[in-house]
T-cell receptor, first 113, second 116 residues
Framework: GQQLNQSPQSMFIQEGEDVSMNCTSS?????WLWYKQDPGEGPVLLIA?????ELTSNGRLTAQFGITRKDSFLNISASIPSDVGIYFC?????????????FGTGTRLKVLA | DTGVSQNPRHKITKRGQNVTFRCDPI?????LYWYRQTLGQGPEFLTY????????KSRLLSDRFSAERPKGSFSTLEIQRTEQGDSAMYLC??????????????FGPGTRLLVL
């Protein structure tokens, strides 16, 4: 199935460092969502973005809806051990009768204490 | 708990058997989605419902798969004649629609299927 390009695929960082990841598409999306998934669990919604250029924060997390509507970015500031997990972006066109979400390939984050 | 719930959480079956999974969405969410996720991959769209109408199906949804959402509330996903390649996590999500291009999707905990 179709998946969005997400990078980096994985990263090891020290506790306290900032983290950046992004998601790119060849298609335009009208909604971007960011999720975190722990092993054996369903994805948990972190941030929802609805407008091009929008910048939204949720605690230490900040996400941006790219101006071209073909990309999105997630930043985590001052990482802590519980930030470990897999982060997924998801895009939805919401036009032409299709409302399905397409997910990225995931960024696996490991935080070293 | 008012989140999306899925049952069972785990299912082990023998190849060739039929299995059925249930999803109870967040109440008043009129869109419900099913996804499949294999190890190391992001969720892949299978199908979605708006109320009781199944509006879109992925090509991943072979004729052995069927989903229903009677009365627009809970949904079931059935896999007939299971194959080992069906082993995966099956995720359900429901959506809150706040406006045009303002849909927020929430996931359940998933059902992990293992076909022996």
């Amino acid at each position: 199935g179709q998946q969005l390009n997400q990078s980096p695929q994985s990263m090891f960082i020290q506790e306290g460092e900032d983290v950046s990841m992004n998601c790119t598409s060849s298609s335009i999306f009208n909604t971007w969502l960011w999720y975190k998934q722990d092993p054996g669990e369903g994805p948990v919604l972190l941030i929802a973005l609805y407008k091009a250029g929008e910048l939204t924060s949720n605690g230490r997390l900040t996400a941006q809806f790219g101006i071209t509507r073909k990309d999105s970015f997630l930043n985590i500031s001052a990482s802590i051990p519980s930030d470990v997990g897999i982060y997924f972006c998801a895009g939805q066109r919401g036009t032409s009768g299709t409302y399905k979400y397409i997910f990225g390939t995931g960024t696996r984050l490991k935080v070293l204490a | 708990d008012t989140g999306v719930s899925q049952n069972p959480r785990h299912k082990i079956t023998k190849r060739g058997q039929n299995v059925t999974f249930r999803c109870d969405p967040i109440s008043e969410h009129n869109r419900l989605y099913w996804y499949r996720q294999t190890l190391g991959q992001g969720p892949e769209f299978l199908t979605y419902f708006q109320n009781e109408a199944q509006l879109e199906k992925s090509r991943l949804l072979s004729d052995r798969f069927s989903a229903e959402r009677p009365k627009g509330s809970f949904s079931t996903l059935e896999i007939q004649r299971t194959e080992q390649g069906d082993s995966a996590m099956y995720l359900c999500a429901s959506s809150e629609i706040a406006g045009v291009y303002q849909e927020t999707q929430y996931f359940g905990p998933g059902t992990r299927l293992l076909v022996l």
